[in-house]
């Protein structure tokens, strides 16, 4: 199993940016692709970023693109979702997940993710 802990999250104002850091522990994050979701009040879970576990392949949801970014650095253990022009819409708890089953593709379904962080909430006022 793995320990992960998302922090970064805050009060912001519509067009900020934000930086979300989600830092494991028990086991090494650099054999697993790395997923982010977040959930809004009323809302569902849904999938906002994918990260292989070499780094060089990425996938977001369509409402992120270009203004969200996934990355990882594995010598910290940490996987990072790097947030600009943010909305009101993007207001949300932001979880960061592990998926352990080894695999080519970036999957979207949370229930394919094994491990999941506390959250970290987000508030973007207008």
């Known amino acids: 199993q793995v320990q992960l802990v998302e922090s970064g999250g805050g009060l912001v104002q519509a067009g900020a940016s934000l930086r979300l850091s989600c830092t494991a522990s028990?086991?090494?994050?650099?054999?697993?692709?790395m997923g982010w979701f977040r959930q809004a009040p009323g809302k569902e879970r849904e999938f906002v970023a994918a990260?292989?576990?070499?780094?060089?392949?990425?996938y977001y949801a369509d409402s992120m693109k270009g203004r969200f970014t996934i990355s990882r650095d594995d010598a910290k253990n940490t996987v990072y979702l790097q947030m600009t022009s943010l909305k009101p819409e993007d207001t949300a708890v932001y979880y960061c997940?592990?998926?352990?089953?080894?695999?080519?593709?970036?999957?979207?379904?949370?229930?394919?993710?094994?491990?999941w962080g506390q959250g970290t909430q987000v508030t973007v006022s207008s």
């Open positions: 028990g086991r090494t994050l650099s054999r697993y692709n």
């Open positions: 990260i292989m576990r070499s780094g060089g392949t990425t």
């Open positions: 997940a592990a998926d352990r089953f080894i695999r080519r593709n970036l999957v979207t379904r949370e229930s394919e993710y094994d491990d």
